[in-house]
Nanobody, 120 residues
Framework: VQLQASGGGLVQPGGSLRLSCAAS????????MGWYRQAPGKQRDLVAA???????NYADSVKGRFTISRDNAKNTVYLQMNSLKPEDTAVYYC???????????????WGQGTLVTVSS
């Protein structure tokens, strides 16, 4: 089982990016999916998370600008990022939690990270 993230890059302030993360392999019934980010010299923090039922949770700093969504059939989570600011610059990691794989419930799987740079 692995998570493959894509969609990062360089964008100007005020611009938009869409991140995607697909879970592949023998994996079923993912309860929680989300995105964390880590800026240089800082800890990794939650950006947004979404449950199977569509309940969402956002960091205060991104509310109203970022939207998380998921496609359960594709085991994929998305993060639409609008009105980007320089302080959004970070490595973004996708994350899944409480999923079924290879005969057991498993927790906390991380993707490899994708760099988002917001700069003029």
């Amino acid at each position: 089982v692995q998570l493959q993230a894509s969609g990062g890059g360089l964008v100007q302030p005020g611009g938009s990016l869409r991140l995607s993360c697909a879970a592949s392999g023998s994996i079923f019934s993912i309860k929680d999916m989300g995105w964390y980010r880590q800026a240089p010299g800082k800890q990794r923090d939650l950006v947004a998370a979404i449950t199977t039922g569509g309940n969402t949770n956002y960091a205060d700093s991104v509310k109203g600008r970022f939207t998380i969504s998921r496609d359960n059939a594709k085991n994929t989570v998305y993060l639409q990022m609008n009105s980007l600011k320089p302080e959004d610059t970070a490595v973004y990691y996708c994350w899944i939690n409480n999923y079924y794989s290879l005969g057991a419930r498993r927790y906390n799987l991380w993707g490899q990270g994708t760099l988002v740079t917001v700069s003029s």
